[in-house]
Structures are given as C-alpha cells and as structure tokens.
C-alpha cells in the first residue's frame, strides 16, 4: 500500500524569502507520479507540480521546485521569493502508475508574514 | 468552461436523513472521483468511476453510494447520515488515468462542507 507522510504540520517563513516543504512516501510501485497540491482558504485544490518517479531531473514551475529522491523516497517542495498569496495547507500525493487513486498526506499549513 | 462544479456549497443534516451531493464537470473527462477530508486531514478517496455505467470502491465507501449515468455528473448518495459523515466532500475529474495523457490531472471543485448533527 502507499502512504504519504508530512512530518510538519505548520511552517512560516517572512515574504521574498524561501521555504522547504518536507514529504515523505512508500511505494512498492517502481512506476508512479508524485504531486504537490495547494489549497488556499477557499478550499480550492490546486495543483502546484508534478514529478514522474522515473524522471531523474527535479520539476520545477516558476517559483516553486521540488527535489526528487527517489532512493530516500523523498518529496520536497521548494518555494522561493515567497509571497502573500502563497500562504495555504500544501499537501504532497502519490499515485502509481498501475491505479487511479492519489494518496495524500496530512499537509502543511503554512503562513507567510510581511 | 465552468470545470468542476459541485452543489450544495454547505449543508446540515440530521442523524438518519439522506441527500446527494452533485458533481458536474464540462471538460468530456472519462474519470470522476470523490474524496473526503477531515478536520486536519489530507484527502481520502470514497468512489472514483472511469466511464458512464463504471465504478469502483476507493479507500473508504461505506455509507455513500454513486451512480455515473452520463460523462458529465457523479453525484454521492449518503442513504442514513451519520455525525461520522461530517466532513468536507470534493469531486475531481481527470482526462485519463494510469500512463496515457499528460500526467493525467486531476481538477477539483471547490467542495461541498457537511455537518451531520
């Protein structure tokens, strides 16, 4: 079965500045995609950026970047020059190749301060 | 296009009583699912369907049940509410699913928030 863990449950960091998210996952899958998601107080779910396990080189879309280690099984998401707007839960998934289930974490909450 | 939309945006049950949540997506996606998520909670999947006329169980279906009569509408019958049911529910619909498509996206609406008291 796979699981997706997030070990920090709440993170801030000051505007312009950079964080880390941490995700962890199991799979017995050698297949799968790995997903950040946002979802703002409006509660919509938003998709940040994805990660083919099989893809070697790191994603990354604009001000958001992830580091991929696969051996370690790890899932970080990097978010630089942070903003505002950037504030919300962020949540890490997993889904296998093989099914259509995504497989999400607790999330991190995180806050951003002026 | 609208994407996903899903309707009621809030509700108040009582013990016992029944509803269904509707889910209606625009975008001609074959795949249609349904997650809760409690307090605190990331994401659980309750059904999912891959065409009109299919769908299969997820994580956690007891208590819901889904019917998938057209492309476009999903919606999730609770029969017997129970306080346990309280959660907030979000449909998702993707183009395909497994290797096929572009990493096969899932889009969410924008939830529909249950109490049952």
């Known amino acids: 079965a796979q699981t997706v863990t997030q070990s920090q449950p709440e993170m801030s960091v000051q505007e312009a500045e950079t964080v880390t998210l941490s995700c962890t996952y199991d799979?017995?899958?050698?297949?799968?995609?790995l997903f950040w998601y946002k979802q703002p107080p409006s509660r919509q779910m938003i998709l940040v950026i994805r990660?083919?396990?099989?893809?070697?080189q790191n994603a990354t879309e604009n001000r958001f970047s992830v580091n991929f280690q696969k051996a370690a099984k790890s899932f970080s998401l990097k978010i630089s020059d942070s903003q505002l707007g950037d504030a919300a839960m962020y949540f890490c998934?997993?889904?296998?190749?093989?099914?259509?289930?995504?497989?999400f974490g607790t999330g991190t909450r995180l806050q951003v301060f002026p | 296009n609208a994407g996903v939309t899903q309707t009621p945006k809030f509700r108040i049950l009582k013990i016992g009583q029944s509803m269904t949540l509707q889910c209606t997506q625009d975008?001609?996606?074959?795949?249609m699912y349904w997650y809760r998520q409690d307090p605190g909670m990331g994401l659980k999947l309750i059904y999912y369907?891959?065409?009109?006329?299919?769908?299969d169980k997820g994580e956690v279906p007891n208590g819901y049940n889904v019917s998938r009569s057209t492309t476009e509408d999903f919606p999730l019958r609770l029969e017997l509410a129970a306080p346990s049911q309280t959660s907030v529910y979000f449909c998702?619909?993707?183009?395909?699913?497994?290797?096929?498509?572009?990493?096969?996206?899932?889009?969410f609406g924008p939830g529909t928030r249950l109490t049952v008291l």
């Open positions: 998934a997993s889904r296998s190749y093989n099914t259509d289930k995504l497989i």
């Open positions: 799979t017995s899958e050698s297949d799968y995609y």
């Open positions: 990660q083919e396990a099989y893809k070697q």
């Open positions: 975008m001609n996606h074959n795949y």
């Open positions: 369907s891959v065409g009109a006329g299919i769908t």
């Open positions: 998702a619909s993707s183009r395909t699913s497994g290797r096929e498509g572009a990493y096969n996206e899932q889009f």
